[in-house]
C-alpha cells in the first residue's frame, strides 16, 4: 500500500508543478471550468457529459505530456539542435491539434442548446 502512496504523492506533485508552472494548463483548467458551469447551467445529458469529461480529461493529460516531453528534451541538451527542436514542435502541433478539436467538441455541445433557449 505504502507503493501506491507514494505513487499518488508523485503523480499530484506532478499535476502541482503543472499548475504552478505552466501558464497553458491554467488556461485549459479555467476553460475547463468554464465549460463545467456551461454544462450544469444548459443541463447537458448523460453522453454528453461523457464527451466533455473525456475532452477536458485528454485535455489536461496531452498538456502535461507535452510539459514532460520539453523538460526531458531541455534534460538531454540545453544548445540548440534541429531534433529538439522538431521533438518541441510536434508536441506542440500535437496539443494545438487536440485544442481545436476540443473547441469543436464544445461546440458541438453547446451552440445548439445555446440555440434552442432563444428559440
Do not use: C
Request: cysteine-free.
Amino acid at each position: 500500500m505504502r507503493i501506491h502512496t507514494i505513487s499518488f504523492r508523485h503523480a499530484w506533485d506532478g499535476i502541482w508543478h503543472a499548475w504552478i508552472s505552466q501558464p497553458n494548463f491554467r488556461v485549459h483548467l479555467t476553460f475547463a471550468g468554464l465549460a463545467i458551469i456551461l454544462a450544469i447551467l444548459l443541463k447537458l445529458d448523460y453522453w454528453e457529459w461523457i464527451a466533455l469529461t473525456m475532452t477536458i480529461t485528454l485535455g489536461l493529460v496531452v498538456e502535461m505530456i507535452n510539459t514532460a516531453l520539453e523538460f526531458v528534451v531541455d534534460l538531454v541538451t540545453t544548445e540548440w539542435k534541429i531534433s529538439a527542436k522538431i521533438a518541441k514542435d510536434v508536441s506542440a502541433g500535437a496539443m494545438l491539434i487536440y485544442a481545436i478539436g476540443s473547441v469543436l467538441v464544445g461546440a458541438l455541445l453547446f451552440i445548439p442548446k445555446i440555440l434552442w433557449l432563444y428559440t
